[in-house]
C-alpha cells in the first residue's frame, strides 16, 4: 500500500534553534518527493521538489534531503524563526496524478 | 496574479443539503484538483481536471460532482451533505500533471461544518 509516514507528530523548539524532520514513504513506483509548508487556516505552499537523482536541495533555510534507497526524507530548518510556526507536509508522487500526502508534522516556534 | 481563490471561507450544512464550493485560477493552469484535509490525516484526492471539458474521480469521490467548463473554473457540488463531509477542502491547479516537478498552487481553503 502507497503510505506516506512523518514525524514526529507534533514538535517544540526556540526561536532561533534548528530542528529535523522526518518521513519514510512506501509509494512505487518513485517519481519526486515534495516538501509543502502550511500555516494556520491556509493552504500548503512548496518548499522543494526533488526527483530521484536528487539528494539534497536548499531553499533559503530549509534544506530537504531525500535517500531514495532507504525511502526517506528529512527537511531541516535552520536558525528557526516564529514565522516557521506550521504544518509541513511531505507529498510523495507516482507517474501521472498521484500524489500521497503525509498527515504532515506540526512545528511550534516558541520566542 | 490572485492565483488560486476559493469561496466560501467557511460553511455550515444541514444533512441532506447541497452546496457547491468554488474554485477558481487565473494562472491558465491546465489542471486543476479537489482535496478534502481531516484532521490527522493527509490531503485526500477527490477529483481532478486536466483542462476543460475533462475531470475524473481522484481517491475520494463519492458523494461529489464536479465540472470543468472553462480553463479558470473547477467548481465541486455536494448533492446530499453528510457529516462525514465535514472536512477542509481544497482547490489546487498546477501547469501539467502533479505527478511530475510542476508545484501545485493550493487555494485557502473551504470549511464545510455538516450537521
Known amino acids: 500500500k502507497n503510505q506516506v509516514e512523518q514525524s514526529p507528530q507534533s514538535l517544540i523548539i526556540l526561536e532561533g534553534k534548528n530542528c529535523t524532520l522526518q518521513?519514510?514513504?512506501?509509494?512505487?513506483?518513485?517519481?519526486?518527493l515534495r516538501w509543502y509548508k502550511q500555516d494556520t487556516g491556509r493552504g500548503p505552499v512548496s518548499l522543494t521538489i526533488m526527483t530521484f537523482s536528487e539528494n539534497t536541495k536548499s531553499n533559503g533555510r530549509y534544506t530537504a534531503t531525500l535517500d531514495a534507497d532507504t525511502k526517506q526524507s528529512s527537511l531541516h530548518i535552520t536558525a528557526s524563526q516564529l514565522s516557521d510556526s506550521a504544518s509541513y507536509i511531505c507529498v510523495v508522487s507516482s507517474y501521472g496524478n498521484k500524489l500521497v500526502f503525509g498527515a504532515g508534522t506540526i512545528l511550534r516556534v516558541k520566542s | 496574479n490572485a492565483g488560486v481563490t476559493q469561496t466560501p471561507k467557511f460553511r455550515i450544512l444541514k444533512i441532506g443539503q447541497s452546496m457547491t464550493l468554488q474554485c477558481t485560477q487565473d494562472m491558465n493552469h491546465n489542471y486543476m484538483y479537489w482535496y478534502r484535509q481531516d484532521p490527522g490525516m493527509g490531503l485526500k484526492l477527490i477529483y481532478y481536471?486536466?483542462?476543460?471539458?475533462?475531470?475524473d474521480k481522484g481517491e475520494v469521490p463519492n458523494g461529489y460532482n464536479v465540472s470543468r467548463s472553462t480553463t479558470e473554473d473547477f467548481p465541486l457540488r455536494l448533492e446530499l451533505a453528510a457529516p462525514s463531509q465535514t472536512s477542509v477542502y481544497f482547490c489546487?491547479?498546477?501547469?501539467?500533471?502533479?505527478?511530475?516537478?510542476?508545484?501545485?498552487?493550493f487555494g485557502p481553503g473551504t470549511r464545510l461544518l455538516v450537521l
Open positions: 481536471s486536466v483542462g476543460a471539458g475533462i475531470t
Open positions: 518521513c519514510n514513504y512506501t509509494v512505487s513506483p518513485f517519481s519526486n
Open positions: 489546487a491547479s498546477s501547469y501539467s500533471r502533479a505527478g511530475g516537478k510542476e508545484t501545485q498552487y
